[in-house]
């Protein structure tokens, strides 16, 4: 069983930046892969960012391409969102997600892919 815990949300004038933390317990990150998707009202969850369990590939949206990084801190078996030049259109509930696969570079961006979901943390962008 993997808990995922994220924090760092809130409100935030266009063009501000945001960092998103998901703590993970339950495995250790090495033997996950990761992601951030986020869900706008009306909307269908959408993936974000993804870290594969190496660490070594990425996946970001065409959307947030330049301006969101993910990351992670093995050592605190956490994963991060760092959103840069925030608009309107990013507000939406983000939720980080786990998936675990024994392929360390497979990358994953489809939400049945993923085997737990954290409780998601509301961003809202203000114009």
């Known amino acids: 069983q993997v808990q995922l815990v994220e924090s760092g949300g809130g409100l935030v004038q266009a063009g501000g930046s945001l960092r998103l933390s998901c703590a993970a317990s339950?495995?250790?990150?090495?033997?996950?892969?990761m992601g951030w998707f986020r869900q706008a009202p009306g909307k269908e969850r959408e993936i974000v960012a993804h870290?594969?369990?190496?660490?070594?590939?990425?996946y970001y949206a065409d959307s947030v391409k330049g301006r969101f990084t993910i990351s992670r801190d093995i050592a605190q078996n956490t994963v991060y969102l760092q959103m840069n030049s925030l608009k309107p259109d990013d507000t939406a509930v983000y939720y980080c997600?786990?998936?675990?696969?024994?392929?360390?570079?497979?990358?994953?961006?489809?939400?049945?892919?993923?085997?737990?979901w954290g409780q998601g943390a509301q961003v809202t962008v203000s114009s």
């Open positions: 339950g495995r250790t990150l090495d033997m996950l892969a």
């Open positions: 870290i594969s369990r190496s660490g070594g590939s990425t």
């Open positions: 997600a786990a998936k675990i696969t024994a392929w360390i570079a497979a990358v994953a961006t489809g939400t049945g892919e993923y085997d737990y």
